[in-house]
């Protein structure tokens, strides 16, 4: 969902430059590894290439205000509020945050795994809300492909409409929000 979700805010407006930014911020993460770690090798092309990736990288940092995330240098502070920019604030909030919750084993995540009014453990996976779980997965998918065959040109303009069919006929509509050259939101289906 993370990946899709930047990929729709990439897309939605100034495409080129976002993208630039999202590949320069992987550049400025790779710098700060190597200043935590500089002894990684100590061949001469190692120690030349990382001298490149340190000066590249503080000219980059005066594009990101928050080092921690790619996309603060366009005022975005965090996933969620690109979320809320593509229009998938709901799946931000109910999908990975509450998934959030199981990874950074919180209250709310480790209840479902650890009864606290009997003596049971459940340390497997349960069978319990897959059909939500699998409901977002597969709209997710389907959106994704959308949008990845609306940029790359791929030619599955048929498949993708049997899938959305499908979808429709088991699960109910499915909206999916395109963006044209210009940035402007589309109404797909």
Request: aromatic share 10%; net charge negative.
């Amino acid at each position: 969902m993370e990946s899709l979700i930047t990929a729709l805010f990439i897309a939605k407006n100034d495409s080129a430059s976002r993208a630039e930014r999202w590949a320069q911020h992987g550049e400025l993460q790779k710098a700060r590894l190597l200043k935590k770690y500089p002894n990684l090798s100590s061949t001469p092309e190692y120690k030349e290439a990382g001298a490149k990736l340190l000066a590249h990288s503080e000219q980059l940092e005066s594009l990101f205000p928050d080092l921690r995330f790619w996309a603060s240098g366009f005022h975005k502070g965090s996933l969620r509020d690109l979320a809320k920019d593509v229009d998938m604030l709901w799946h931000y909030d109910m999908i990975y945050w509450s998934g959030s919750q199981n990874t950074h084993a919180s209250a709310i995540g480790v209840a479902q795994y650890v009864a606290v009014d009997r003596p049971i453990y459940n340390f497997a996976l349960s069978s319990a809300n897959v059909r939500a779980e699998m409901v977002a997965c597969c709209e997710l998918l389907v959106r994704a492909l959308y949008l990845l065959n609306g940029c790359c040109k791929l030619g599955l303009e048929k498949l993708l409409e049997e899938l959305i069919t499908e979808y429709t006929a088991a699960l109910g509509p499915l909206v999916i929000n395109t963006y044209s050259r210009e940035g402007e939101a589309e109404q797909g289906e």
